[in-house]
């Protein structure tokens, strides 16, 4: 781990990571076609549509939250959903329920992650940015810019704009670790795409085969649990 110019940055060197894609290629940048008017909208993705972003997790486990928090019941949400009479035509989707064809469509894979990552929530990184995007925070309703800022999932236009200042002033960066919020104990990342880049990050090395997510796999399982979801 270094420090340059206030920023913590890890070199990780063949860590193995994890990620959960549309089969057969998990680790395939998304299509452009994909992006609405030409953006993505996950948490760092560059809001000018410049480079994509290929999310992985330490861990398979940590990979299943990431992707599987969507489907968790909003209480408030569920009780206002359940006093809605349904069209019988288009029936709302069931709080708490993944179909099985989400789990048909998508595969996990591993790969060995190399370079350098800054630790967007360590406390020399936060004061080192804090310039930068303390207006952009209030102007979006926050007191401060500050860990928890980052962490949160909405709104997402101050974290992109992190993700794209950082891509444009320090060339050397790969992307930018930082912990899941539905756990501590995941560590993530945010691999940007590089202008060298083909169907995958270049950062990534000893992708293994695809693994098909059946429901019966213990981790699978686990997060489904932890959740209160189920598989239909």
């Known amino acids: ?31 452009w076609r994909y992006a ?4 993505f909208t996950n948490r760092w993705d560059d809001p000018d549509g410049r480079f994509r972003v290929a999310y992985a997790a330490s861990s398979l486990r940590g990979a299943l939250l990431e992707v599987l928090a ?15 009479d349904d069209d019988p ?28 990552f800054c630790q967007i929530t360590r406390s020399e990184t936060i004061r080192a940015l804090r310039p930068h995007f303390l207006a952009t925070a209030k102007r979006l ?24 200042h950082l891509y444009a002033v320090y060339a050397d960066l ?21 202008p060298t880049d083909v169907d995958y990050s270049q950062a990534l090395s000893s992708l293994s085969a695809p693994a098909p997510l059946a429901d019966g796999l213990t981790e699978v399982r686990d997060v489904l649990d932890l959740f209160v979801l189920r598989v239909q």
């Not at 609405?36 to 953006?39: F, L």
């Not at 035509?89 to 350098?116: E, H, I, K, M």
């Not at 309703?141 to 794209?164: E, I, K, M, N, Y």
């Open 1 to 31: 781990m270094t420090h340059e110019p206030g920023l913590v940055i890890d070199e990780l060197s063949g860590l193995e990571v994890w990620r959960i894609g549309h089969h057969p290629f998990p680790w395939r940048w998304v299509d």
């Open 70 to 84: 969507q489907f968790c019941v909003d209480p408030q949400l569920d009780e206002s959903l359940a006093e809605i």
């Open 174 to 194: 790969q992307g930018i670790a930082y912990r899941s919020r539905h756990g501590d104990e995941e560590k993530l990342w945010a691999v940007w795409e590089q």
């Open 141 to 164: 309703g926050h007191a401060d810019f500050d860990a928890a800022v980052l962490r949160d999932a909405v709104p997402r236009q101050l974290t992109r704009a992190v993700s794209a």
């Open 36 to 39: 609405e008017h030409g953006i």
């Open 89 to 116: 035509a288009y029936p709302t989707q069931p709080a708490g329920v993944v179909r099985r064809s989400w789990f048909d469509r998508r595969s996990a894979s591993s790969a060995l992650l190399s370079g350098r």
